[in-house]
């Protein structure tokens, strides 16, 4: 067995990933295994998950959600758009306009995912827009608890990345000029950090963000960016070579392990066996994407379990 047939023997979404980003096929979609637990978490009377909406983490309305789109549940499901409708509700309402930078990026990815109202995501946009640092990423901040810094954050830049992403992945258009001026800056913020390294001291940013974790919660991660610019295929430039180096490393038993699971509250326990079936799907996407010689030499190896 090789790790290709471990992970069409994994759980059903891993396999039909699997075979849509590896296989290079077109799956059917099916909703049993993972994707059917969190809807069956799913509370049709109060139309949340886990009683609450940016809270309990990681049960919540909005966490459960970014699971599921992870996960890429049918995003015309309608317990996937009723969580839509909750979370816009309560977060992007007449009464309450949610401005944490790096929680609007995330819903801008979700609700782009659903293929909702047009306006609605513009509008968020528009406040990523005009909340760029100086130095051409973006920083967790709002009017609640205003910035006080002007360094951006890894962890915010790249969840305004992936949203710009998203954006246009889904067929959004308004803003995608002004978003286009924005990504080279925003690319060389990481870049100029190999991903991972601080610019003062050349030593990693934050110890876990050499670990890789899924599910990703808002955490930046190493796979985490490198998925990101596989997805939208980025050329391979030198400052990339470091973290896939690291994803080679780590890839020496054959496959990517489950990582440090971030503390809170959990619906069920995704990954129980060592392999990380997530993990290690979304290296291979990077090395098949970055490094095909040694992504078909990973997946021509008998594993060893």
């Not at 886990?50 to 966490?63: L, M």
């Not at 509700?89 to 609700?111: F, Q």
């Not at 390294?197 to 990693?204: C, N, P």
């Amino acid at each position: 067995m090789n790790i290709i047939d471990y992970l069409q023997n994994a759980d059903p979404c891993v396999k039909r990933l699997t075979e849509k980003y590896l296989l290079d096929e077109n799956p059917d979609y099916v909703e049993e295994g993972w994707i059917s637990k969190f809807l069956d978490c799913f509370d049709a009377e109060t139309e949340t998950w886990g009683n609450g909406i940016y809270g309990p983490k990681w049960i919540s309305t909005f966490y459960t959600m970014r699971d599921l789109a992870s996960l890429e549940i049918r995003p015309d499901h309608p317990i996937y758009q009723k969580g839509l409708d909750t979370l816009i509700g309560k977060m992007w309402s007449t009464e309450w306009r949610e401005d944490d930078i790096c929680v609007v990026a995330m819903l801008v990815s979700l609700l782009s995912y659903g293929q909702r109202d047009t306006a609605i995501i513009d509008e968020m946009v528009t406040y990523l827009l005009t909340t760029r640092q100086t130095d051409g990423g973006w920083n967790c901040s709002s009017t609640r608890n205003p910035k006080t810094t002007d360094k951006s954050s890894i962890n915010t830049t790249l969840s305004v990345l992936e949203a710009f992403r998203d954006y246009k992945k889904h067929g959004y258009k308004t803003h995608l000029n002004a978003i286009h001026n924005l990504l080279v800056p925003a690319h060389k913020y990481l870049l100029d950090r190999h991903l991972m390294y601080r610019l003062t001291d050349g030593e990693v940013i934050i110890s876990y963000i050499t670990d890789f974790h899924f599910p990703t919660r808002w955490k930046y991660d190493v796979l985490r960016a490198l998925c990101y610019f596989a997805s939208i295929d980025y050329k391979l430039v030198p400052e990339l070579t470091e973290g896939i180096k690291l994803i080679i490393e780590k890839f020496k038993r054959g496959y990517l392990t489950k990582g440090q699971t971030y503390t809170g509250k959990l619906h069920f326990k995704m990954e129980t066996d060592k392999i990380g079936t997530m993990n290690t799907l979304r290296g291979l996407i990077v090395l098949k994407a970055f490094e095909a010689e040694e992504y078909n030499r990973i997946i021509s190896r008998e594993l060893s379990l």
